[in-house]
């Protein structure tokens, strides 16, 4: 190979070079938004294992005691009275499904929904009110909360929680598909990069060696 055609070659292959550096720089930062993609989507999976739900007991026709999920409808029909936050930021007091909707604007649909009770009570928007008698007889409302009335508790969201780990496991999937695309695409990267050095090496050798026998000729 002639002296100008080696220089034309070996500034194809710097240019090669370049090129495949500048890939190699953007497969590295497309792997490190992978990571930061694998920590949200482990973060969604933490938030679904802390996701609770209301349950409200029953009383069977045996006299058996049993959880329920609740919902605002069953709550209320339960005789609970609830203190909700209105959308003044101020709190209402409401005995029945129409009062909450005009105080919040939640849907009636809404109301008989479980979700609708859980998010109400993680955001600290509701308090519970419920119904006792007083020491002559009558009627009362006694203010409670989940922790210390004996009709409510609360557990963990499986049917949530089972949704959160059928896509955890498929993002995570897709995520390792890009991470093994990523490592192999790299390593065919660096498989060039040698190659090309390589040769970029024997041209400056070869070149080297031509200009040295140049200067003996006519030295």
């Known amino acids: 190979m002639g002296l100008s055609a080696s220089q034309a070659r070996l500034l194809n292959l710097t240019a090669r070079m370049h090129d495949i550096e500048y890939k190699a720089q953007n497969l590295e930062a497309q792997k490190l938004q992978m990571a930061n993609e694998s920590t949200h989507v482990y973060k969604e999976y933490e938030n679904a294992l802390n996701k609770q739900k209301v349950q409200l007991k029953h009383i069977g ?6 959880y329920q999920d609740a919902t605002l409808n069953s709550i209320l029909a339960a005789g609970y009275q609830v203190i909700v936050q209105d959308n003044q930021g101020g709190w209402t007091e409401c005995t029945d499904a129409g009062e909450i909707t005009a105080a919040t604007g939640i849907q009636a649909d809404a109301l008989g929904k479980v979700e609708t009770l859980r998010n109400m009570v993680e955001a600290g928007f509701i308090v519970f009110k419920k119904p ?18 004996t009709s409510l508790q609360e557990v963990q969201d499986e ?4 949704k959160a780990e ?12 890009k991470d093994k695309k990523f ?12 190659a090309i ?21 006519f030295s």
């Open 159 to 162: 049917t949530e929680l089972k």
């Open 197 to 217: 050095k390589t040769e970029i090496d024997t041209l400056k050798t070869v070149a080297k060696d031509n200009v040295d026998r140049t200067f003996k000729l």
């Open 183 to 194: 490592d192999t695409d790299l390593a065919a990267l660096e498989q060039e990069r040698n």
């Open 61 to 66: 026709p045996d006299g058996s005691a049993e």
């Open 166 to 177: 059928a896509k955890y496991e498929a993002d995570m999937r897709k995520i390792d598909a």
């Open 132 to 149: 006792t008698k007083d020491a002559n007889g009558n009627d009362t409302f006694t203010e409670v909360n989940i922790a210390t009335d």
